[in-house]
């Protein structure tokens, strides 16, 4: 398989920028704030990381398969955490610090299976395995990790429509773009593997948050130069 890295050259490149960019910037130090720094560096590593999983799969003999399987079980387990961070940032913003310990517990079992399928797989195969001639396969169960990573995409938009009164008009279509982006890359990619679009996606959606909802330029006097909640 050829696959086609250009986009997530492009998404690193604008991630890095980006990145840098707010990180000159002065934010308030708030959860929301440090969920979505997190949000970036997942965003960030998994680009490097695919494109990382590509060349090791092209040159295969030479870096061994045991390279292959550290690069993609690393960028598959930052994909699915992505999907986490965006549920649990969606809960900070909307202000749903009600749920009991059990409902977030249950949330999770998703992601722990999602875990398990990936840690799992140099020895059940069952995402993705290496032949006996060194060839890369997608194995039986590669498209749930697709399925699980939706399962927290579509419940964190299931809250931001329950919420929807408590976001700002420009958050909601920040919130929509970035839907709307993400599920078309991940049924583009699991029907075209070949295509990875997950990365320049995820970057776009980051983007448009910033420019919705943390635009620290919406909270400083222009005057003072300072923070001014009014």
């Not at 960030?44 to 045991?66: K, R």
């Not at 599920?183 to 448009?208: D, K, N, R, T, Y």
Request: with cysteine; hydrophobic share 55%.
């Amino acid at each position: 398989m050829q696959w086609n890295i250009s986009f997530d050259i492009c998404a690193f490149l604008i991630l890095a920028l980006f990145c840098g960019y707010t990180l000159i910037m002065k934010r308030f130090k708030s959860r929301l704030n440090r969920i979505y720094d997190a949000m970036c560096v997942i965003v960030l590593g998994s680009v490097m990381l695919d494109v990382l999983g590509v060349f090791f799969v092209e040159y295969i003999d030479v870096v061994t398969p045991y390279a292959v399987y550290a690069a993609k079980m690393l960028y598959m387990l930052l994909i699915n955490a992505l999907a986490v961070g965006l549920y649990w940032y969606v809960l900070e913003l909307v202000g749903a610090r009600k749920l009991t310990t059990v409902w977030r517990c249950l949330n999770m079992i998703p992601f722990a299976l999602d875990v398990f399928l990936i840690l799992s797989t140099p020895w059940l195969k069952l995402s993705i395995y290496i032949d006996e001639n060194n060839v890369y396969h997608y194995g039986p169960y590669a498209q749930s990790l697709y399925v699980l990573s939706g399962y927290y995409i579509l419940l964190s938009l299931i809250y931001i429509l329950r919420n929807r009164k408590k976001i700002l008009k420009q958050s909601r279509f920040a919130f929509s773009f970035f839907y709307i982006v993400l599920f078309a890359a991940l049924a583009v990619q699991a029907m075209q593997p070949e295509l990875l679009l997950v990365g320049i996606a995820s970057a776009a959606g980051l983007i448009a948050f910033y420019l919705a909802q943390l635009n620290p330029n919406v909270g400083i006097d222009s005057t003072t130069n300072v923070f001014n909640k009014d």
